[in-house]
């Protein structure tokens, strides 16, 4: 257990521990590390402990209780600790492997690009998991907006985002520039910026590992892979053929291959098994608008993860309901997918949905799913009431605007 310099963890509960086979062994008090987060971080972090603790206590008749464990990040760790990230945050995240944020502000100048760049690049959290679904009663841009329930698996730690760029006219510019001229044969525009895109088999085997068994473990039909390997064969090209490689060497038993599908199985799909099959990038962003409920687990590199995320978010309405989760081999922390959105700070006023529903990811991964569940079935049913905060009810007909304090409330009514 973590030494903490100043942090004393909570006396009433116990760490979660890792079991040999890679699962989470939860004890029924768990501890868990909340980082409450910068401007609306607070009303909204607590909104989401007082559904998350009514929805544990319901599901579990008081057999088992999150101990939430406050860490501090962000501004105010920064103005009290003089640090953004203190070492103690870490150890504890590090400890007890499951924790969850609100928004932190990004510091601007300084060492540190993003905190939650910092937090994912520490803890290894390879993977950016966001399940996309429409909530009944959200406004929503397209006809159909039901159709649409993928589950977004984008890679983290590489590609473009690597962050190994070099601008136009620096001296390291230029002399990438010159070796590709002088050592193969390759003609950039001397007055080029230089971004390197690293795609490793490593990062694409364990991404689309974690994609495919998620599929698996919760009965989906189908994995996609979406790449761009037409243009860039050898980074995103080749995530396709490794993620392919991965199904085939580890799944075998598992899995078809949408190649399969037609050339074995006559396109008839063998009951049981979950089909794996790719989509161009481009072509992936037309697909989700135009044939949605034919894409369920979407597994993809960082940057197509990025835009498509919040693409397939707002078509379900927006991103104030968006939750997500960055997770690594150990370590999971779940996260509202918004900023901090200051002007709204400590009113009581913004929609608390997000964490909300993050927090639901969080306890579908420590397995208690019959918490979870009640958590959806609250806010599916406040929102139907059209129970909602300002940004839905400024858009619902005949809705009632309540506050983020007010809105967790409906959600607890809402659960039974
Ligand atoms: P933002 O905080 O997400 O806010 C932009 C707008 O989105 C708000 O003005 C509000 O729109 C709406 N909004 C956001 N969260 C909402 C909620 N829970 N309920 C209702 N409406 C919500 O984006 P930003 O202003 O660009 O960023 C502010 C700070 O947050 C920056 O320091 C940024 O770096 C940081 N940030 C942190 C994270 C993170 O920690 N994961 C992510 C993104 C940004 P209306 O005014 O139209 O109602």
Not at 5 to 24: N, T, Y
Not at 267 to 289: E, H, N, T, W, Y
Not at 298 to 313: E, I, K, R
Request: aromatic share 6%; net charge neutral.
């Amino acid at each position: 257990m973590a030494q903490f310099k100043f942090l004393k963890p909570p006396a009433d509960g116990e760490g979660i521990q890792l079991r040999p086979d890679g699962g989470l062994a939860v004890p029924d008090r768990p501890i868990i590390p909340q980082i409450i987060g910068d401007g609306i971080g607070p009303d909204i972090s607590r909104a989401m402990v007082r559904v998350v603790d009514a929805a544990v206590e319901r599901a579990f008749g008081g057999r088992r209780k999150i101990v939430w464990f406050e860490v501090p990040a962000g501004e105010g760790a920064h103005e009290s600790l003089g640090e953004w990230l203190p070492e103690d945050t870490l150890d504890a995240i590090r400890s007890y492997r499951v924790a969850i944020k609100g928004p932190l502000t990004t510091p601007i100048g300084g060492g540190i690009r993003s905190l939650n760049v910092a937090l994912r690049q520490i803890f290894d959290l390879y993977a950016c998991v966001r399940p996309v679904r429409w909530i009944e009663g959200v406004p929503s841009p397209v006809k159909a907006p039901e159709k649409l329930n993928v589950i977004i698996f984008r890679e983290n730690t590489e590609d473009i985002y690597k962050g190994i760029e070099f601008a136009e006219g620096t001296p390291e510019a230029r002399r990438i520039i010159a070796l590709l001229k002088d050592e193969f044969g390759k003609e950039v525009r001397p007055d080029s910026g230089i971004g390197i895109k690293p795609v490793s088999v490593t990062g694409s085997k364990r991404l689309v590992r974690m994609a495919i068994q998620y599929a698996l473990d919760h009965q989906l039909p189908s994995v996609t892979l979406v790449h761009k390997g037409n243009i860039m064969k050898f980074t995103e090209g080749a995530f396709r053929d490794w993620g392919y490689e991965v199904a085939k060497a580890e799944f075998r038993d598992r899995i078809v291959t949408e190649e399969e599908l037609y050339d074995t199985h006559g396109g008839k799909m063998p009951a049981g098994r979950l089909l794996v099959k790719d989509r161009i990038a481009d072509s992936i962003f037309q697909q989700v608008l135009l044939r949605p409920d034919e894409y369920s687990v979407l597994a993809t590199l960082n940057l197509n993860g990025d835009y498509l995320s919040d693409a397939c978010a707002a078509q379900v309405g927006g991103l104030g309901m968006a939750p997500g989760a960055n997770i690594g081999a150990g370590t999971a922390i779940f996260e509202a997918t918004h900023g901090t959105a200051p002007k709204y700070a400590n009113k009581d006023m913004v929609n608390p949905g997000s964490l909300i529903l993050s927090a639901v990811m969080m306890l579908e991964h420590m397995g208690w799913n019959a918490a979870a569940a009640l958590v959806n079935r609250g806010i599916a049913r406040a929102v139907a009431a059209k129970t909602v905060t300002y940004d839905l009810e400024r858009q619902i007909e005949g809705a009632t605007k309540v506050s983020t304090s007010g809105f967790a409330e409906a959600v607890v009514a809402h659960m039974g």
